[in-house]
T-cell receptor, first 114, second 111 residues
Framework: KQEVTQIPAALSVPEGENLVLNCSFT??????LQWFRQDPGKGLTSLLLIQSSQREQTSGRLNASLDKSSGRSTLYIAASQPGDSATYLCAVPSNAGNNRKLIWGLGTSLAVNP | GAGVSQSPSNKVTEKGKDVELRCDPISGHTALYWYRQSLGQGLEFLIY????????KSGLPSDRFSAERTGGSVSTLTIQRTQQEDSAVYLC?????????FGEGSWLTVV
Protein backbone atom coordinates (compact mmCIF):
# COMPACT_ATOMS: atom_id res chain seq x y z
CA LYS A 1 0.00 0.00 0.00
CA GLN A 2 1.41 3.36 -1.05
CA GLU A 3 2.19 5.80 1.74
CA VAL A 4 3.48 9.34 1.35
CA THR A 5 5.43 11.17 4.04
CA GLN A 6 6.53 14.78 4.12
CA ILE A 7 9.31 16.23 6.23
CA PRO A 8 9.44 18.64 7.92
CA ALA A 9 5.86 19.15 9.05
CA ALA A 10 6.53 22.83 9.58
CA LEU A 11 9.29 25.22 8.61
CA SER A 12 9.92 28.86 9.43
CA VAL A 13 12.64 30.77 7.60
CA PRO A 14 13.69 34.37 7.04
CA GLU A 15 13.00 35.93 3.69
CA GLY A 16 15.64 35.24 1.03
CA GLU A 17 16.66 31.78 2.17
CA ASN A 18 16.81 28.84 -0.19
CA LEU A 19 14.95 25.88 1.22
CA VAL A 20 14.15 22.23 0.54
CA LEU A 21 10.95 20.37 1.27
CA ASN A 22 11.03 16.58 1.30
CA CYS A 23 8.54 13.98 0.17
CA SER A 24 9.00 10.22 0.37
CA PHE A 25 6.84 7.37 -0.90
CA THR A 26 6.94 3.67 -0.10
CA UNK A 27 6.10 2.16 -3.50
CA UNK A 28 8.52 3.28 -6.20
CA UNK A 29 6.17 2.15 -9.03
CA UNK A 30 4.63 5.56 -9.49
CA UNK A 31 3.23 7.14 -12.66
CA UNK A 32 4.12 10.65 -11.61
CA LEU A 33 4.41 12.92 -8.60
CA GLN A 34 2.74 16.25 -8.18
CA TRP A 35 3.47 19.13 -5.81
CA PHE A 36 0.66 21.42 -4.70
CA ARG A 37 0.35 24.56 -2.67
CA GLN A 38 -2.54 25.29 -0.30
CA ASP A 39 -3.13 28.74 1.14
CA PRO A 40 -5.27 29.09 4.29
CA GLY A 41 -8.95 28.89 3.45
CA LYS A 42 -8.21 28.10 -0.19
CA GLY A 43 -8.14 25.10 -2.48
CA LEU A 44 -5.03 23.49 -3.90
CA THR A 45 -2.88 24.99 -6.62
CA SER A 46 -0.83 22.66 -8.78
CA LEU A 47 2.83 23.69 -8.79
CA LEU A 48 4.80 21.00 -10.60
CA LEU A 49 4.14 17.57 -12.10
CA ILE A 50 7.06 15.19 -12.60
CA GLN A 51 6.51 12.15 -14.77
CA SER A 52 8.07 8.87 -13.68
CA SER A 53 10.58 9.11 -16.52
CA GLN A 54 11.75 12.56 -15.49
CA ARG A 55 14.33 13.58 -12.92
CA GLU A 56 13.24 17.16 -12.33
CA GLN A 57 10.91 19.96 -13.30
CA THR A 58 11.38 23.69 -12.89
CA SER A 59 8.97 26.58 -12.71
CA GLY A 60 10.36 29.97 -11.82
CA ARG A 61 11.97 29.77 -8.37
CA LEU A 62 10.67 26.24 -7.85
CA ASN A 63 12.52 23.08 -8.76
CA ALA A 64 11.22 19.62 -8.03
CA SER A 65 13.36 16.52 -8.31
CA LEU A 66 12.38 12.86 -8.38
CA ASP A 67 14.41 9.80 -7.43
CA LYS A 68 12.10 6.82 -7.93
CA SER A 69 14.57 4.20 -6.81
CA SER A 70 14.93 5.78 -3.39
CA GLY A 71 11.29 6.82 -3.20
CA ARG A 72 12.02 10.51 -2.78
CA SER A 73 11.15 13.88 -4.20
CA THR A 74 12.33 17.29 -3.12
CA LEU A 75 10.87 20.71 -3.76
CA TYR A 76 13.52 23.41 -3.83
CA ILE A 77 12.40 27.01 -3.36
CA ALA A 78 15.02 29.62 -4.22
CA ALA A 79 15.18 33.07 -2.65
CA SER A 80 12.05 32.54 -0.55
CA GLN A 81 9.53 35.37 -0.19
CA PRO A 82 6.75 36.02 2.35
CA GLY A 83 4.26 35.23 -0.41
CA ASP A 84 5.60 31.68 -0.48
CA SER A 85 4.06 31.08 2.95
CA ALA A 86 1.58 28.24 2.55
CA THR A 87 1.24 24.50 3.04
CA TYR A 88 3.02 22.43 0.41
CA LEU A 89 1.66 18.98 -0.39
CA CYS A 90 3.02 16.20 -2.52
CA ALA A 91 0.90 13.43 -3.98
CA VAL A 92 1.27 10.35 -6.17
CA PRO A 93 -1.50 8.56 -8.08
CA SER A 94 -2.59 5.21 -6.77
CA ASN A 95 -1.45 2.34 -8.97
CA ALA A 96 -4.13 -0.01 -7.66
CA GLY A 97 -6.77 -0.58 -10.30
CA ASN A 98 -8.02 2.08 -12.70
CA ASN A 99 -8.67 4.76 -10.11
CA ARG A 100 -5.82 7.23 -10.20
CA LYS A 101 -6.82 8.81 -6.93
CA LEU A 102 -4.02 10.74 -5.34
CA ILE A 103 -2.22 9.48 -2.25
CA TRP A 104 -1.23 12.47 -0.14
CA GLY A 105 1.37 13.48 2.34
CA LEU A 106 0.24 15.60 5.28
CA GLY A 107 2.12 18.61 3.97
CA THR A 108 4.82 20.99 5.08
CA SER A 109 3.58 24.26 6.54
CA LEU A 110 5.99 26.98 5.44
CA ALA A 111 6.28 30.43 6.96
CA VAL A 112 8.64 32.92 5.32
CA ASN A 113 9.24 35.86 7.61
CA PRO A 114 9.97 39.36 6.28
CA GLY B 1 -14.44 28.42 -17.37
CA ALA B 2 -10.70 28.22 -17.11
CA GLY B 3 -10.58 26.27 -13.87
CA VAL B 4 -12.57 23.91 -11.68
CA SER B 5 -15.54 25.74 -10.23
CA GLN B 6 -17.26 24.74 -7.00
CA SER B 7 -20.37 26.03 -5.30
CA PRO B 8 -21.31 27.03 -2.75
CA SER B 9 -17.97 28.27 -1.47
CA ASN B 10 -19.31 28.26 2.08
CA LYS B 11 -22.31 26.50 3.59
CA VAL B 12 -23.56 26.47 7.17
CA THR B 13 -26.31 23.95 7.79
CA GLU B 14 -28.16 22.51 10.72
CA LYS B 15 -27.53 18.97 11.83
CA GLY B 16 -29.92 16.60 10.08
CA LYS B 17 -30.39 18.70 6.96
CA ASP B 18 -29.33 17.58 3.49
CA VAL B 19 -26.75 19.52 1.48
CA GLU B 20 -25.71 19.49 -2.17
CA LEU B 21 -22.29 20.57 -3.34
CA ARG B 22 -21.63 21.26 -7.01
CA CYS B 23 -18.51 20.89 -9.11
CA ASP B 24 -18.01 22.13 -12.65
CA PRO B 25 -14.77 20.60 -13.97
CA ILE B 26 -12.42 21.96 -16.59
CA SER B 27 -13.92 21.49 -20.03
CA GLY B 28 -12.67 18.30 -21.67
CA HIS B 29 -11.47 16.68 -18.47
CA THR B 30 -12.79 13.15 -18.31
CA ALA B 31 -11.73 12.35 -14.76
CA LEU B 32 -13.39 13.99 -11.75
CA TYR B 33 -12.59 13.44 -8.10
CA TRP B 34 -14.11 14.47 -4.79
CA TYR B 35 -11.89 14.73 -1.72
CA ARG B 36 -12.57 15.87 1.81
CA GLN B 37 -10.22 17.68 4.14
CA SER B 38 -11.13 18.00 7.79
CA LEU B 39 -9.46 20.58 10.02
CA GLY B 40 -5.85 19.58 10.61
CA GLN B 41 -6.19 16.37 8.60
CA GLY B 42 -4.89 15.18 5.27
CA LEU B 43 -6.98 14.85 2.15
CA GLU B 44 -9.41 11.97 2.12
CA PHE B 45 -10.52 10.44 -1.18
CA LEU B 46 -14.30 10.16 -1.57
CA ILE B 47 -15.29 9.25 -5.13
CA TYR B 48 -13.86 9.08 -8.67
CA UNK B 49 -15.61 9.43 -12.02
CA UNK B 50 -13.88 8.52 -15.30
CA UNK B 51 -15.76 9.04 -18.53
CA UNK B 52 -18.73 6.71 -18.84
CA UNK B 53 -17.30 4.08 -16.50
CA UNK B 54 -18.95 3.17 -13.24
CA UNK B 55 -17.69 5.50 -10.51
CA UNK B 56 -15.33 4.32 -7.79
CA LYS B 57 -17.30 5.04 -4.62
CA SER B 58 -14.93 3.22 -2.30
CA GLY B 59 -14.02 6.37 -0.35
CA LEU B 60 -17.52 7.45 0.62
CA PRO B 61 -17.63 7.30 4.44
CA SER B 62 -21.27 6.25 4.78
CA ASP B 63 -24.47 5.71 2.82
CA ARG B 64 -25.46 9.27 3.66
CA PHE B 65 -22.99 10.36 1.00
CA SER B 66 -23.71 10.05 -2.71
CA ALA B 67 -22.51 11.70 -5.89
CA GLU B 68 -23.48 11.83 -9.50
CA ARG B 69 -22.01 13.23 -12.65
CA THR B 70 -24.41 14.25 -15.36
CA GLY B 71 -23.46 14.25 -19.01
CA GLY B 72 -19.84 13.58 -18.15
CA SER B 73 -19.42 17.11 -16.86
CA VAL B 74 -20.98 18.68 -13.77
CA SER B 75 -20.96 16.63 -10.56
CA THR B 76 -23.06 16.95 -7.43
CA LEU B 77 -22.05 15.56 -4.05
CA THR B 78 -25.02 15.06 -1.74
CA ILE B 79 -24.81 14.58 2.01
CA GLN B 80 -28.03 13.47 3.65
CA ARG B 81 -28.89 13.99 7.31
CA THR B 82 -25.70 15.91 7.96
CA GLN B 83 -23.73 15.31 11.15
CA GLN B 84 -21.23 17.57 12.86
CA GLU B 85 -18.38 15.28 11.82
CA ASP B 86 -19.24 16.08 8.20
CA SER B 87 -17.85 19.59 8.74
CA ALA B 88 -14.90 19.91 6.38
CA VAL B 89 -13.84 21.41 3.10
CA TYR B 90 -14.97 19.36 0.14
CA LEU B 91 -12.58 19.62 -2.78
CA CYS B 92 -13.34 18.71 -6.35
CA UNK B 93 -10.61 18.01 -8.89
CA UNK B 94 -10.49 17.14 -12.55
CA UNK B 95 -7.87 15.84 -14.94
CA UNK B 96 -7.53 14.80 -18.56
CA UNK B 97 -4.31 12.87 -18.45
CA UNK B 98 -1.86 13.32 -15.62
CA UNK B 99 -1.99 16.74 -13.97
CA UNK B 100 -4.82 17.16 -11.49
CA UNK B 101 -6.45 20.55 -10.96
CA PHE B 102 -8.50 21.49 -7.93
CA GLY B 103 -11.32 23.90 -7.27
CA GLU B 104 -11.37 26.32 -4.36
CA GLY B 105 -13.47 23.95 -2.31
CA SER B 106 -16.82 24.08 -0.57
CA TRP B 107 -16.44 24.80 3.15
CA LEU B 108 -19.20 22.99 5.03
CA THR B 109 -20.04 23.69 8.66
CA VAL B 110 -22.70 21.60 10.37
CA VAL B 111 -24.07 23.21 13.54
Amino acid sequence: KQEVTQIPAALSVPEGENLVLNCSFTDSAIYNLQWFRQDPGKGLTSLLLIQSSQREQTSGRLNASLDKSSGRSTLYIAASQPGDSATYLCAVPSNAGNNRKLIWGLGTSLAVNP
Amino acid sequence: GAGVSQSPSNKVTEKGKDVELRCDPISGHTALYWYRQSLGQGLEFLIYFQGNSAPDKSGLPSDRFSAERTGGSVSTLTIQRTQQEDSAVYLCASSRQDAVYFGEGSWLTVV
